[in-house]
């Protein structure tokens, strides 16, 4: 390695060094650049509804109606702003990833150790680690030997050894023994070590590469949001074009008036307060999350939530309580439950076999029971304590002469410890690992024999039958040494010729809610798949205890998964069936969610450690765990969980299939009175004139910015419909605005909303004297008959939208089933609404500003029962769609 390096045991020169930091460049982790905060602001103002907005203030500036022009123009820079905020909160996976980063480290250079910017790190350069260090980049130990927390790289929670002697050449490459990578931390040992990668080049390095190379894409809503506001320009656009010749043309109308009206046309068209409403109404779906558990960093992706098809999970600590504890020892001698009521202090082979679990052990018991440490490690010194065995730490450090740490690759720990006979090894580890390395067992007598072909089958059998009811299960043996092991090199020779003691079987519980929330997945039609790296048994059989792959389950090991081409693998999953992929590797994971995503689906994906992030940022929703997740997987993910729970995930779906709801309920609320806002500026252009304009365009701006945003947000905060949770996902491409909702807003309650208007605004004229093609401009006998006529038209779009928003309420539900009083923001709303709306017609200065006129009180009592009207009609279509639907279930239901 020195020579590859071009380097030597006492390190680099200064020069050296120098001439490689610029060859190599600094030792940080790079990302790609982003668009500055001005050009995202910028971007915001030539959205397309933001366009056509831009285009009716120039027309509005062109007729001479400033006012008017000034007015649009505030509406697109709040837009622009909200939506511009939002973007803000950028992704922050790679600044996670370079916090890892340690700052400083000590680095021999001419021969001397001195203390270095991590940033100035070449290759070659050798560098001293200790207990408490950040390893500095992907380094090959020298000399010495260190205990390392590498959980950020690998997920594993064990520490695992690392040291110059363990030289391993056919492994993993983050298996190897010899070798230490940037990110991790040392927490024990002392070791001299040759820097070979650095920066981007390194395994950090690798993963912040592969994190930003997987894209973010734009979630379901902003997509049906952005193809929206298309075809919302496109119509808003054609009306004016089309108005345009018809006012001159045909209606006789100036060029000047035609431009007018077809502002008015496009302000009426186009729903200004939808962009600031869905902004608010995300946000409060995340205030709402966050107080369920589950805390969500991009606003849009409350809805994505809501139309979640699968849901890739982890095992422990999400299904799981990650609470072990010890269930069941098994010895030769026979089993010993330890669930129930007193048990008996051990003796003979069960004495054992506890002594040797809380030698080989580096957990702590406090008096009161609680433990700190591994939590399996804590559990065993539970298990040992039970069966009157000392745990004391400092028993146990007295007598410890020597520790192998937990190696993945053997899937062992053994201590030796000072004992009255001599040097004594203490192992554990799996199961098959530990029978493997033994030759003799502790029989029922408490003396050793050899360990027969029926005695291994007997081991086999045990761990077979407690795995598949999901203990994980540990291989505990002893071995009596002549003299204490010179160092780690010899640890192939002492863990061997071990005498198996028994099993011990761990359980970790499910939790006790999870079962409740797979069963509303399954309702609602949400496949969830799981994927850990666990033991393919112990998974399967949490799976099932919980309710996953009730009508079958299929189970795919890692190897299996690494052999699978891509076809074979989209074809398992296209089956439907739920899965447990087992002993996966986070490349695994990232693998998984892009072939879901190539098939339509919309994934959610769970994850905790580094490896995690390129699948969590690829996931269309990824999940990290609050309590036990790396920085990084934190900043990669869309949501974090706070409590670690699958359940809070379903929550989190319902909550957002809620907001969905809502915001197609607003959708519908704003769109209704498009209608009613366009009817008399068609029918004052058909008359040529004739008939007076029946609104003005400051008056639909009254209603659009006005009356109608309060009861709009409100309609946000709606709780859920019943059923929510029954309901199929929403497909990905299903528009936010469907011919159907169309059709219920523009041409059900929208033609009635215009037809009460229209009416309203006719018989004020007639009351006041007006006959067809009589002059109703300023300075007429008429013109207080007009304005009093605007006004009433304006106050029946009003009071039509209080019937709109009770309404829009529910999609097919009646208004009896949800309550009418369980959405207290909406009727604070049409308050807030009807006060507006009497200030407009009764206020001198909003008189002014928007060209209305009181009407008398008898005439508002005309008005009472409009809103009624538009809520029964509504009332009587849902009905209608009820029964048809339950008509439908009948015929699909007969035999």
């Given at each position: 390695m ?10 680099l ?5 120098e001439?490689?930091l ?17 050009g ?8 397309p509804?933001?366009?056509?907005l ?8 062109v007729a001479?109606?400033v006012?008017?022009?000034i ?12 939506a511009?905020a ?12 370079q916090?890892?980063?340690?700052t400083?480290?000590?680095?021999v ?12 790190l070449?290759?070659?350069?050798v560098v001293?680690l200790a207990e408490?260090?950040?390893?500095p ?5 020298l ?8 959980s ?6 064990q ?6 002697d363990?030289?391993d ?12 990578f ?7 040992g002392e070791a001299r070590?040759v ?15 592969l994190?930003a190379?997987?894209?973010?894409d734009e979630s ?14 496109a ?6 074009v089309t ?13 000047r ?8 046309l496009?302000v ?5 307060g939808?962009?600031p409403t ?14 369920r ?20 999970t ?5 299904l799981t309580?990650?609470?072990?504890r010890?269930t ?10 330890l ?8 003796a003979g ?10 030698a080989c ?14 939590p399996t490690?804590?559990a065993?010194?539970?298990a040992a ?7 004391g730490a ?9 520790q192998?740490?937990?190696d ?6 053994s ?19 530990v029978?493997?390395r033994?030759s003799?067992?502790l029989?029922a007598t ?16 045990a ?12 291989g ?6 002549a003299?204490?092991?010179?160092g780690?090199q ?5 863990e061997q ?11 970790d519980?499910?939790?006790p809610?999870?079962?409740d ?9 949400i496949?969830?798949i799981?994927?850990t ?6 998974a399967a ?6 309710g ?9 090991g890692?190897e ?12 398992l999953l296209a ?6 992929f087992?002993?996966a590797?986070?490349?695994a ?9 190539t ?6 994906m769970t ?5 995690d992030?390129?699948?969590l940022?690829?996931?269309?929703i990824?999940?990290a ?8 997987a ?11 729970n ?13 907001v ?5 309920k ?7 009175h498009?209608?009613p806002?366009?009817v008399p500026?068609?029918?004052f252009?058909?008359s040529g004139g004739?008939?007076p304009l ?11 910015l ?11 905060r ?15 491409n ?7 909702l169309?059709?219920?807003a ?5 033609l ?6 229209v009416?309203?605004?006719?018989w ?15 300075g007429?006998?008429?013109h207080?008959t ?8 304006f106050?029946?779009?009003?009071a ?5 928003a009770?309404?829009a309420r529910t999609?097919r539900a ?7 009083f369980?959405?207290q ?8 609404e009807?006060a507006f ?12 500003a ?8 008898a005439?508002?009592i005309?008005?009472?029962?409009v ?5 029964g ?10 029964r ?7 015929v699909v239901?007969?035999?």
């Amino acid at each position: 390695m020195l020579r590859d390096l071009a380097t030597k045991a006492d390190g680099l020169t200064e020069r050296e060094a120098e001439r490689r930091l610029l060859r190599w460049g600094p030792n940080e982790l790079r990302r790609e650049r982003r668009a500055s905060w001005l050009g995202q602001l910028v971007r915001q103002f030539v959205y397309p509804l933001a366009l056509l907005l831009w285009a009716a203030a120039a027309l509005a500036l062109v007729a001479g109606t400033v006012e008017l022009s000034i007015a649009i123009a505030v509406v697109i820079m709040l837009n622009a702003v909200f939506a511009w905020a939002q973007e803000q909160q950028a992704e922050r996976a790679v600044e996670a990833l370079q916090r890892l980063a340690a700052t400083h480290t000590t680095v021999v250079r001419d021969g001397h150790p001195r203390r270095l910017d991590t940033r100035d790190l070449v290759p070659g350069d050798v560098v001293l680690l200790a207990e408490g260090d950040r390893v500095p980049a992907d380094a090959r130990l020298l000399e010495g030997a260190l205990e390392v927390d590498a959980s950020t790289l690998t997920g594993e929670s064990q520490p695992v050894l690392r040291a110059a002697d363990l030289i391993d050449v056919d492994v993993p490459y983050l298996q190897a023994r010899d070798l230490v990578f940037g990110g991790t931390s040392c927490l024990g040992g002392e070791a001299r070590a040759v820097v070979f990668a650095t920066g981007m080049r390194s395994e950090l390095g690798r993963i912040a590469a592969l994190s930003a190379q997987v894209g973010t894409d734009e979630s379901p809503l902003e997509a049906q949001l952005r193809r929206a506001a298309w075809v919302i320009a496109a119509a808003a656009v054609g009306i004016g074009v089309t108005f345009l010749p018809l006012g001159t043309l045909a209606a006789g109308l100036s060029l000047r008036d035609s431009a007018i009206f077809a502002v008015g046309l496009l302000v009426a068209n186009v729903p200004e307060g939808l962009l600031p409403t869905v902004t608010l109404a995300l946000a409060v779906g995340v205030r709402l999350l966050a107080r369920r558990g589950a805390i969500v960093k991009r606003l849009s992706a409350v809805e994505t939530l809501g139309s979640t098809t699968v849901i890739c999970t982890d095992k422990t600590g999400t299904l799981t309580e990650n609470r072990m504890r010890v269930t069941v020892v098994w010895t030769p001698a026979g089993e010993t439950d330890l669930t129930a009521g007193a048990v008996p202090v051990a003796a003979g082979g069960l004495r054992a076999l506890a002594e040797t679990v809380a030698a080989c052990n580096n957990a702590e018991l406090d008096p009161s029971g609680d433990g700190s440490g591994d939590p399996t490690e804590v559990a065993l010194l539970a298990a040992a304590a039970r069966l009157g065995v000392d745990t004391g730490a400092g028993w146990r450090d007295e007598r410890r002469l020597l520790q192998f740490h937990f190696d993945p690759a053997r899937r062992l720990m053994s201590t030796v410890d000072r004992d009255g006979e001599g040097p004594v090894l203490h192992t554990k580890g799996a199961p098959e690992q530990v029978l493997a390395r033994s030759s003799r067992v502790l029989d029922a007598t408490g003396a050793e024999r050899p360990l027969t072909p029926d005695d291994v089958t007997g081991v086999l059998a045990a761990v077979d039958r407690h795995a598949a009811a999901g203990l994980r299960m540990l291989g505990v043996a002893r071995r009596h040494l002549a003299a204490v092991p010179d160092g780690h090199q010899q640890r192939d020779e002492v863990e061997q010729d071990l005498c198996l003691l028994g099993l011990v079987g761990l359980a970790d519980p499910p939790r006790p809610e999870v079962p409740d929330a797979l069963a509303r997945c399954h309702t609602a039609g949400i496949r969830v798949i799981v994927v850990t790296g666990d033991h393919p048994n112990t998974a399967a059989a949490v799976a099932l205890q919980v309710g996953i792959g009730s009508e079958g389950l299929t189970i795919i090991g890692g190897e299996e998964l690494d052999r699978m081409r891509e076809q074979d693998l989209d074809d398992l999953l296209a089956t439907g069936h739920e899965l447990v992929f087992a002993r996966a590797s986070p490349e695994a994971k990232l693998r998984i969610a892009d072939a879901l995503r190539t098939m339509g689906e919309v994934v959610a994906m769970t994850g905790d450690g580094v490896n995690d992030a390129p699948a969590l940022h690829r996931a269309d929703i990824g999940v990290a765990m609050g309590r036990v997740g790396t920085d990084v997987a934190r900043e990669a993910a869309t949501a974090i969980l706070t409590d670690d729970n699958f359940a809070t995930i379903v929550a989190a779906v319902e909550e957002g299939r809620r907001v969905y709801a809502n915001i197609r309920k607003f959708v519908f609320y704003i769109f209704v009175h498009a209608t009613p806002e366009v009817v008399p500026f068609l029918l004052f252009a058909l008359s040529g004139g004739a008939i007076p304009l029946g609104i003005t365009v400051m008056q639909i701006l009254a209603i659009d910015l006005g009356t109608e945003i309060l009861p709009a947000l409100a309609l946000g905060r709606e709780p859920a419909e019943p059923g929510i949770m029954s309901d199929p996902p929403r497909p990905r491409n299903e528009h936010v605005i469907r011919p159907a909702l169309l059709v219920r807003a523009w041409l059900l309650l929208g033609l009635v909303s215009a037809a009460l208007a229209v009416g309203a605004f006719f018989w004020a004229l007639d009351r006041g004297g007006w006959h067809y093609g009589a002059p109703v401009g300023a300075g007429s006998a008429l013109h207080h008959t007009y304005l009093q006529a605007t006004t009433m038209t304006f106050l029946t779009i009003v009071a039509c939208q209080v019937g709109t928003a009770f309404a829009a309420r529910t999609d097919r539900a009646s208004l009896r089933q949800i309550g009418v009083f369980t959405n207290q923001f909406l009727l604070v709303g049409i308050v807030v609404e009807l006060a507006f709306a009497l200030g407009v017609a009764y206020l001198p200065p909003l008189q002014a500003a928007f060209g209305t006129e009181a009407v008398p009180p008898a005439v508002l009592i005309a008005l009472v029962p409009v809103p009624f009207v538009v809520w029964g009609i509504d009332e009587l279509h849902r009905a209608l769609l009820r029964r048809r639907a339950a008509r439908q279930r009948d015929v699909v239901g007969a035999p």
